[in-house]
T-cell receptor, first 114, second 113 residues
Framework: GNSVTQMEGPVTLSEEAFLTINCTYT??????LFWYVQYPGEGLQLLLK?????DKGSNKGFEATYRKETTSFHLEKGSVQVSDSAVYFC?????????????FGSGTRLSIRP | DGGITQSPKYLFRKEGQNVTLSCEQN?????MYWYRQDPGQGLRLIYY???????QKGDIAEGYSVSREKKESFPLTVTSAQKNPTAFYLC????????????FGPGTRLTVL
């Protein structure tokens, strides 16, 4: 079945460091791919998305490229800030679902030191 | 402002009691969803609804019930049959077509005393 695997956390970095959070997926067909972010005590917010191979999603300095050949959607940011501390979820939409069901990874907690 | 509201933010109940969590959206979305999140874990789908007066079980529906009498409302009842109900509950909505993202509410933290 469809699934998402992302790197386990926590990930701790210093401010201005380069960030990569790995995400790979298993799916039949051509799913859409998402990164969501969750700040403490809040719901999830969509960070970025890509709907087809080689698409690059970007937002707030974060980027991820839909790589069908490696079934990956790694999240990157060139220079992280303390305010980026949160839990990040990689996710995919079930391409055969008419209900826009989304499958989430287990989340990666990111902590940024000043 | 369009969005999803969940109430209350924090909820406490005694063992053996049913409790209902509210979820309202004014985005005119057809589809709505309920997820459960446990500490340090991802989201698990409880129930979802694609259209008014219709809903389907998700991966962990046992011990929960829902209704969808209005397009904007999708309340979740946590029954006494749910063995481990303490968790963070998230409601979401989407336009319902494949590849569309889901929009989330702020969540309700339920604690069973």
């Amino acid at each position: 079945g469809n699934s998402v695997t992302q790197m386990e956390g926590p990930v701790t970095l210093s401010e201005e460091a380069f960030l990569t959070i790995n995400c790979t997926y298993t799916a039949t067909g051509y799913p859409s791919l998402f990164w969501y972010v969750q700040y403490p005590g809040e719901g999830l917010q969509l960070l970025l998305k890509a709907t087809k191979a080689d698409d690059k999603g970007s937002n707030k300095g974060f980027e991820a490229t839909y790589r069908k050949e490696t079934t990956s959607f790694h999240l990157e940011k060139g220079s992280v800030q303390v305010s980026d501390s949160a839990v990040y979820f990689c996710a995919l939409s079930d391409p055969y679902s008419s209900a826009s069901k989304i499958i989430f990874g287990s989340g990666t907690r990111l902590s940024i030191r000043p | 402002d369009g969005g999803i509201t969940q109430s209350p933010k924090y909820l406490f109940r005694k063992e053996g009691q049913n409790v209902t969590l509210s979820c309202e959206q004014n985005l005119n979305h057809d589809a709505m969803y309920w997820y459960r999140q446990d500490p340090g874990q991802g989201l698990r789908l409880i129930y979802y609804s694609q259209i008014v007066n219709d809903f389907q079980k998700g991966d962990i529906a046992e011990g929960y019930s829902v209704s969808r009498e209005k397009k904007e409302s999708f309340p979740l009842t946590v029954t006494s049959a749910q063995k481990n109900p303490t968790a963070f509950y998230l409601c979401a909505s989407s336009e319902g077509r494949a590849s569309n993202e889901q929009f989330f509410g702020p969540g309700t933290r339920l604690t069973v005393l």
